[in-house]
């Protein structure tokens, strides 16, 4: 059996299919004798389906959900005074690292290139740039 025939089949288990598909389904269940056993089986895991979900969260969901974040958080290696130490011995380094790198890209920055463009990394406009070719042969 096809995967076309199973959405058939799930369909009519789910009373959603056509009348030509239920009829199609009644005719090939009196003809197919293994088709009853697959029937009864979609109709099962429909069922299971159904019985299994939730529309909503359980009631105080948020609550645990929060004290149990909570929890875990104090019990972090990574706690905001540690965190906050290392960020406070890392700024003045990563400063200087910026301000090197910035230095060595305006330093090497190629004629009719700006002190911005050059940071950006954009090449310098000309005007022959912006123009359209000449015609061929010119």
Do not use: C, K, N
Not at 13 to 31: I, M
Not at 89 to 113: F, N, S
């Amino acid at each position: 059996m096809g995967e076309p025939d199973d959405e058939i089949l799930w369909r009519a288990v789910a009373g959603e299919s056509t009348p030509a598909e239920a009829s199609a389904v009644q005719s090939r269940l009196a003809a197919e004798p293994a088709l009853p056993g697959r029937m009864e089986e979609l109709r099962t895991i429909a069922a299971a389906l159904r019985g299994a979900r939730h529309d909503a969260f359980a009631a105080g969901f948020a609550s645990r959900a929060a004290r149990r974040a909570t929890a875990e958080l104090s019990q972090s290696p990574l706690s905001a005074a540690l965190l906050q130490r290392y960020f406070l011995r890392l700024v003045p380094a990563t400063l200087a690292a910026m301000l090197l790198l910035a230095g060595y890209t305006l330093r090497g920055a190629g004629p009719g290139q700006g002190g911005v463009e050059a940071l950006l990394g954009l090449m310098p406009v000309t005007a022959e740039a912006l123009l359209p070719p000449g015609p061929p042969g010119l």
